[in-house]
């Protein structure tokens, strides 16, 4: 059975809630493992061994009060200025709508944003010659569309009103909302990580014998394993599906599947874009990958362009 846009926003809020628990969940399960690894190795004696446990258990209670705090506190943050630091992390511009020589863009949008039922959102621009885009806010009254120079010059119209529909399919399904909690969210693990170390390697000299140092460190251990490698893995765990539908949305917009599939065919040889080059979180916002050199397998954050373009032209009666 075909899924509707409903069923999409539905799925998406369900991952969204998935992905909130998931945070806390993995994180308080990492400091577990890690705290009682270190405390057991630097144990003295069998008497200090038998405490392990208790110590760690002692520890992890306070930090699960530290990660509630933060993390409403971060979260709160970033639903207020996630969208503004999006837009910051790729240098994007505003585009002027009283501009003449911006009308024809403006039009553009407006018109797919009327097609697709929604608001139109605010245009930013990145000027960058490489061929990407992506959407942020916290629902369609507060969406942007950001999209660099290149798209905008190289595409066909009927190309970019693909683009622009992808877009709006992820501002419809709320994938927005997620995409700007996850990546405004999580950037700040990588920091405080490293502020850990130094803080747990300064507590580390003298002859105090407080297991303060080791949580330090366990805390700051954690905090990098989540920013390395368990926050890509939920931000994988939902990317995939979300750029099928947006894709199946996008082209039920226009009526153009085909439009989208050959704009994506173009889009993937030049959507590197070099603002994001130290932002690679902001990979799961784009339409394409804009990095220049993209983990590959579990961490790949898009399904592969040529499936996408095959889905497309099924439905434009053109594939296999």
Not at 28 to 50: G, I, R
Not at 78 to 101: I, P, Q, V, Y
Not at 177 to 187: D, E, H, K, Y
Not at 311 to 318: D, E, F, P, S, V
Request: overall charge neutral; charged content about 20%.
């Amino acid at each position: 059975m075909r899924k509707t846009v409903y069923d999409h926003i539905r799925s998406n809020n369900q991952r969204t809630a998935f992905l909130v628990a998931m945070f806390p969940i993995s994180l308080l399960a990492t400091f577990f493992v890690v705290l009682y690894a270190l405390l057991y190795v630097n144990a003295a004696s069998p008497m200090e061994e038998a405490f392990v446990l208790d110590t760690t258990l002692y520890y992890m209670k306070h930090f699960a009060w530290i990660v509630i705090v933060t993390g409403l506190a971060w979260m709160g943050i970033s639903w207020l200025f996630g969208d503004k630091m999006m837009l910051g992390f790729a240098g994007a511009e505003e585009l002027k709508k009283n501009k003449k020589e911006n009308k024809a863009i403006y039009n553009l949008v407006e018109n797919t944003a009327l097609a697709a039922g929604l608001p139109c959102p605010k245009v930013f621009v990145i000027d960058d010659e490489s061929l990407n885009a992506f959407a942020t806010g916290r629902d369609p009254k507060s969406a942007s569309v950001a999209l660099t120079t290149g798209i905008i010059q190289k595409l066909e119209p009927l190309e970019l009103q693909g683009v622009i529909a992808h877009e709006m399919a992820h501002i419809g399904n709320r994938d927005i909302r997620l995409n700007m909690l996850l990546i405004s969210g999580v950037s700040i693990f990588g920091f405080l990580a490293e502020i850990l170390f130094r803080a747990g390697a300064a507590s580390s000299h003298g002859e105090n014998k407080s297991p303060l140092p080791i949580v330090l460190f366990a805390t700051g251990i954690t905090f990098f394993i989540f920013n390395l490698l368990i926050a890509p893995l939920l931000q994988m765990a939902v990317s995939r599906t979300r750029e099928y539908a947006a894709d199946a949305t996008g082209a039920l917009i226009t009526r153009h599947p085909e439009a989208l599939a050959n704009a994506l065919s173009k889009i993937t040889k030049d959507a590197r874009v070099e603002a994001l080059d130290s932002s690679k979180k902001m990979a799961i916002a784009c339409i394409h990958t804009p990095l220049s050199a993209e983990a590959v397998s579990l961490f790949s954050t898009h399904p592969p362009v040529e499936e996408r373009i095959k889905r497309l032209k099924q439905m434009a009666g053109t594939g296999l």
